[in-house]
Nanobody, 119 residues
Framework: QVQFVESGGGLVQPGGSLRLSCAASGSIFSIYSMGWYRQAPGKQRELVARITNNGRTYYADSAQGRFTISRDNAKNTVYLQMNTLKAEDTAVYYC?????????????WGPGTQVTIST
């Protein structure tokens, strides 16, 4: 089964940017919809961005206008460009399949990458 490894997180000041990457251990071409999720302390994991194989994207209200999701099937990689970061974006970010706009996957979760927005 395909496994995912996220990277690119870090500590950034409010207003800064980060680009997250998600490397899959196998082909993601057959995974129609990929997504980026996040889980903040004490909260449930939530889907923030989703992209289909034909490039259709979806963003949660909290990410709209600030985040951009993209995928490179040839490299089996999914990206999340995050701009104008806010303290409330602090969370562990994961990538995985996103069957619907609220998520849904049959794949295991990777380790995630920590994003911390703070002065």
């Amino acid at each position: 089964q395909v496994q995912f490894v996220e990277s690119g997180g870090g500590l950034v000041q409010p207003g800064g940017s980060l680009r997250l990457s998600c490397a899959a251990s196998g082909s993601i071409f057959s995974i129609y919809s990929m997504g980026w999720y996040r889980q903040a302390p004490g909260k449930q994991r939530e889907l923030v961005a989703r992209i289909t194989n034909n490039g259709r994207t979806y963003y949660a209200d909290s990410a709209q206008g600030r985040f951009t999701i993209s995928r490179d099937n040839a490299k089996n990689t999914v990206y999340l460009q995050m701009n104008t970061l806010k303290a409330e974006d602090t969370a562990v970010y994961y990538c995985n399949e996103a069957v619907t706009v609220v998520g849904g996957t049959s794949y295991s979760w990777g380790p995630g990458t920590q994003v911390t927005i703070s002065t």
